[in-house]
């Protein structure tokens, strides 16, 4: 089984901490590949660099389409153009935000997310809307920059733990979230650290991808998901232009 | 006043009916400019098409700033990038999705959307989730391309009436919108022709505009709406990086 | 174009202030009337005085009718009688709290009202749920009295300032709704003073209602909002009863 | 134990049977007075007749407190009027809408109530989500006016059994309402016929209130329900002006 | 009438003050007797007690029917059994934080609940949820064991006492329940000390079943509550396997 | 790995094709057993058989602990005391409803759930609101008896694919469910001759599980799901009472 884990941030340590998360949890016989595409902002904060990382991050699906992958994980917590990546994909695709909240109502009962930035609180809400869990999740902006967390000086680690300890008092959270593909590396220790389950999107999205992948499931075509019908795109975009191979 | 409104299928056709269905609502005291960008695809059916709209589409935003434009409609149903024009811009953007499901709210209890193809639903049910009318709204397909919509032969106009009929009879609509900006021109004789309140959002938006500029009204920026954070794009999106003017 | 502006309130000096707020903002070419019943509560603090304040209301609407407006304005929070003046009125009808959460739907993504006395967060929490935004709406009482913002003498302004600062800092608000008809005359300053769009609702909805003019909208009969059917009303309120002009 | 149920309709053979259905399920020691008010429609039928049906029904509510009543009963299925006469009266106050869902929460999980006209379905609709059965619940008309319940001749019997019969089919209820006041003396019949619990409001309403009332409780005033404030009521209102007691 | 009141813990003390409670508030012509099962826990605290009580709840209902019993109440704040017993009677079947929170819905318009532990709150949330009052209600836990409420030295009435005054406070609530059965005796001095409605689950429930027995409703049949089909049940369990009588 | 899945419905025949269903799908390391109780209902039709599943469900449960399993499968489609068994358990529970849902929701947009009963249907319903996906879920009965999937002679088949059918007509569906752990031998077959994702619990469950595992995750005992206190059962189900080892 083969897994392309697709970084929309054009970061590439950043990458290389995604790539070692998921191997640390994936199964011998998968074979894990983070990339990120050559072109993008170099981190994700907010709707105007998501709608950026998109050329991007839907190149490298059709180039992992091309090159065999059984599924496919974007490992953004905004779950950037997760929707476009299964019209595109027949493969599954699969979000860390939606891995992660969804690995928690398996073993919570309320959820918080710790997130980076303030003005991310909005779309990660928005998220846990469209999963289901809005009833059961509340959110919390660390106030830490995405590429702070690359940044070993920072103190990155203690905001997250302050809004961690908030989380259990003031929400009653019985599980956590950690809220960027950039807390990747933290998971361990922090649920140690608090005994609580503290659950990170890209070791989730990775072993649910698994899961998927062995079910044989792949993405229903019959809907919203359909397969981008033929047409030009104009301009320094025509490349992408999809050939099409559905008639609905 | 100066309203754009962007119309982020690249068919220059379309803009020129967008434009003009703007025109013949807008005040007399309103320049409506309504363009298309250079790149991108000529109809946007789908997730995978809205993606690729997103870069021609800020771009035109971010050239109106400069321009000194007081608002920005966006001329797709599916409200493509609406968050991220927001995040760019001080000034109101509005989407036709959005306007219409308002407008229609201000006149009606039960709104039927009838829109283009199937695959569309999903997204504009999601849309109206988002805008608070799921409740009362009902979305329904025509089975008609975009494009199909520019073409005087086409069987569209019959297709699109017998959906009125069926919104009529079943959903118990008492207020139909039209769910793509190429049906921008059919609104006056259907709505004639059903004695029904019959919006379309590109007039819908355009009014909007005009009453949120009246109230002098700019983009909320303390939350999800700050504007982009200044960092580098790398490859060929390197010349859409923010240059940053908002530290939250 | 002429807009009728009906406060249900029958306090003159509140009528003159929601009169030229409205104007303030409104197009040249329209006229705003804006006049207060000669019966009922002084001022609406509650679903009691909500309940007397509908007789008078509604025959301003039908003398308005009469006088040939192309639209009505309710300017009283609680979108007093929003229903019967719809089924009443062939023309568009809007209420200044409807028009104030939909305007800043469009600008923010989380608002927060304040309104006057605590009894009234209740009734305007259920509107919130109404038009959609109850997700993103939080609801606060200035503990001020209606007729007080009407005392250049009292400390109202403080109070909902007081009010601002919190919703900034508790709720995370990016927009600002003042939840009272009788504010009307403070939405500028305080916008400037907080650096955040605050919306007042009569301005609000004098905008909306020239755009739902303008796009010559009309209220829809099919369901709800049908005409009155022809019956008598029996004893002091027998004047009001329908004549009837719908069979549905 | 005194119970006043008010009919707002001002048609006194409705009044009497309204009486009649509370009387033969009440407990011999509850007195039951069915009155309606002088003044207003003689039915309600839709948001205008709603309107005006208020100040006569909170008048005999006025009214029924200086008479000592234990508790007030709503009798129109559109709950005319219940916030203002909760924060009127010390007493409880229930209307037969909600009586009648309640109640059939807690014999089966669907719901169909069947309704006279066409406009009423939205207003039931509303009212199943402020009583938080709308999931559960769907709504039918059976295109009779209300006054044709009162007449023999009519064929408004057989009309209400066939959305029964589609109800149990289509909408796979469990439990049937009866959505106006007129169809009180039909809920027997049509249970034995349909061998489904058939609930109609105002029984309903008269043995729940005879629980509030034994258990000894009263409207919260704490809340929106708060006693009127002391004000002037202008004009022919000017009697309903209450005097106030209290002062949140 | 006979009402059965079932509680599911088996501790005889608090079965006698349930008992009381409901004999307190019950017309004199009702007949309440009051039992618990012989097997199972002393107290449930919690889901896995819960699941511990059903086998001997249901028998204890399944004896009341032989015994010709009008209508049972499951006395256990968590409506432990609901649906099944629905399922296995006929006879309308009430549980008591189900009655609780329709009663507190006629004379409030927030209320909250003041449950014993901690791990009680997500069940009772979810109750509110299904019982269609999650907006209004808020659930607060007091700490304590639910056999403390049976020993007069512990400092429990102190500790409600403290989460009744936070919830007037913080949740701003007019209405105030009592989460657990052995607060059956609570009610009628807190609600004096608060001056508020304070609601116990037993008295609501013994009033309502009143109300149902006294309209002569029986559990619909036609949906999830259909009776159990015959069987064999296995092992220990043989004796409870339901003969069956129904075959949707 | 090991995990350990319970069939509550006490049928071998049954349990042997819920072993095989997820041993077919499982990684060549993880050891799936597969058990049913020995006491209980032969098969689980509606909320009367569902109660007296649960000793023996989680006594198996309790059993499995001792015997070391990694994590937990409740095999039918009620997901019978899922809540329970995960106070119950240290290491993660998951039911085959909620998995098929979750896996349901990574490949589409709109799935259908075909059960077997019609009284099945609301358990189902509840639950897909409980998963957050009731917005985007329909659920079917195919009118077959749970234990008629065992016998090769019945047309339960046949009935099931003209549900699916409808689904795919009438509701849309891009994903199908299996609403039944009976029908975990069907879905590879449908899937194909339907050409969409058909998702059976079983193997979902026991994929989820293996991802639960390798992710490390333990149930959260900060809330709900704490470890039982100790106390006494009585009378037959003594020795089922909790040692107890948490104090919140």
Same mark, same amino acid.
């Given at each position: 089984?083969? !897994?392309?884990?697709?970084?929309?941030?054009? &970061?590439?340590?950043?990458?290389?901490?995604?790539?070692?998360?998921?191997?640390?949890?994936?199964?011998?016989? &998968?074979?894990?590949?983070?990339?990120?595409?050559?072109?993008? *902002?170099?981190?994700?904060?907010?709707?105007?660099?998501?709608?950026?990382?998109?050329?991007?991050?839907?190149? +490298? !699906?059709?180039? $992992?389409?091309?090159?065999?992958?059984?599924?496919?994980?974007?490992?953004?917590?905004?779950?950037?153009?997760?929707?476009?990546?299964?019209?595109?994909?027949? +493969? *599954?695709?699969?979000?860390?935000?939606?891995?992660?909240?969804?690995?928690?109502?398996?073993?919570? @009962?309320?959820?918080?997310?710790?997130?980076?930035?303030?003005?991310?609180?909005?779309?990660?809400?928005?998220?846990?809307?469209?999963?289901?869990?809005? @009833?059961?999740?509340?959110?919390?902006?660390?106030?830490?920059?995405?590429?702070?967390?690359?940044? *070993?000086?920072?103190?990155?680690?203690?905001?997250?733990?302050?809004?961690?300890?908030?989380?259990?008092? +003031?929400? +009653?959270?019985? &599980? !956590? !979230?950690?809220?960027?593909?950039?807390?990747?590396?933290?998971?361990?220790?922090?649920?140690? @650290?608090?005994?609580? *389950?503290?659950?990170?999107?890209?070791?989730?999205?990775?072993?649910?991808?698994?899961?998927?992948?062995?079910?044989?499931?792949?993405?229903?075509?019959? $809907?919203?998901?359909?397969?981008?019908?033929?047409?030009?795109?104009?301009?320094?975009?025509?490349?992408?232009?999809?050939? $099409?191979?559905?008639?609905?």
């Amino acid at each position: 089984m083969r !897994i392309l884990i697709v970084n929309p941030n054009t &970061t590439a340590s950043m990458t290389e901490k995604i790539g070692a998360a998921a191997r640390s949890v994936a199964n011998p016989e &998968t074979e894990i590949v983070a990339v990120n595409p050559g072109m993008g *902002p170099v981190s994700i904060e907010g709707y105007y660099d998501e709608a950026f990382s998109l050329p991007g991050l839907l190149d +490298e !699906i059709a180039k $992992g389409q091309k090159q065999g992958f059984d599924g496919f994980v974007i490992a953004c917590f905004d779950d950037t153009g997760l929707n476009a990546a299964r019209a595109l994909a027949k +493969e *599954p695709v699969i979000g860390i935000c939606e891995a992660a909240m969804h690995a928690a109502s398996f073993v919570g @009962e309320r959820m918080s997310v710790v997130t980076t930035l303030k003005r991310s609180v909005p779309v990660i809400e928005d998220l846990a809307r469209r999963y289901g869990v809005a @009833e059961r999740c509340k959110v919390r902006a660390a106030d830490v920059a995405v590429l702070a967390l690359e940044d *070993p000086e920072s103190d990155a680690r203690e905001r997250i733990r302050e809004q961690i300890r908030l989380a259990v008092q +003031e929400d +009653e959270a019985d &599980t !956590i !979230i950690l809220g960027c593909a950039g807390m990747a590396d933290l998971a361990a220790t922090l649920s140690e @650290e608090f005994s609580l *389950p503290v659950i990170e999107g890209v070791a989730a999205a990775a072993k649910l991808m698994e899961a998927l992948v062995g079910l044989g499931l792949k993405t229903g075509k019959a $809907g919203g998901y359909a397969a981008p019908r033929a047409k030009p795109y104009l301009g320094a975009l025509a490349r992408f232009a999809p050939g $099409g191979d559905d008639k609905s």
